[in-house]
């Protein structure tokens, strides 16, 4: 099993930042993905980034793209979301997952496991 701990969500003005850190521990993997999804009132889940095991090839949605960055610590096993220029459209629960092996996806169906979720609201 794996678990996946989300924290840093919060409420922040239109144009502010927040970081979004996600502890990984239990089972590990020799290759794997991490990814952060987020999902509104309404809405369907929707990809924002993906990132390798080794903390290389991030790969964003378009509507962060240029606002929002993805990084890990082996070290620590935590990846975090930095984000940027924020907008009330950002506002949703973010979610962690982590994808057994090393094929890119943005499809939160093949991601194998999910973290509780944390609530981010921007302000207008």
């Known amino acids: 099993q794996v678990q996946l701990v989300e924290s840093g969500g919060g409420l922040v003005q239109a144009g502010g930042s927040l970081t979004l850190s996600c502890a990984a521990s239990g089972r590990t993997f020799s290759s794997y993905r991490m990814g952060w999804f987020r999902q509104a009132p309404g809405a369907e889940r929707e990809f924002v980034a993906t990132?390798?095991?080794?903390?290389?090839?991030?790969y964003y949605g378009d509507s962060v793209k240029g606002r929002f960055t993805i990084s890990k610590d082996n070290a620590k096993d935590t990846v975090y979301l930095r984000m940027n220029s924020l907008t009330p459209e950002d506002t949703a629960v973010y979610y962690c997952a982590l994808r057994v092996g090393s094929r890119l996806t943005t499809t939160p169906a093949l991601f194998n496991y999910w973290g509780q979720g944390t609530q981010v609201t921007v302000s207008s």
């Open positions: 990132i390798s095991w080794s903390g290389g090839d991030p």
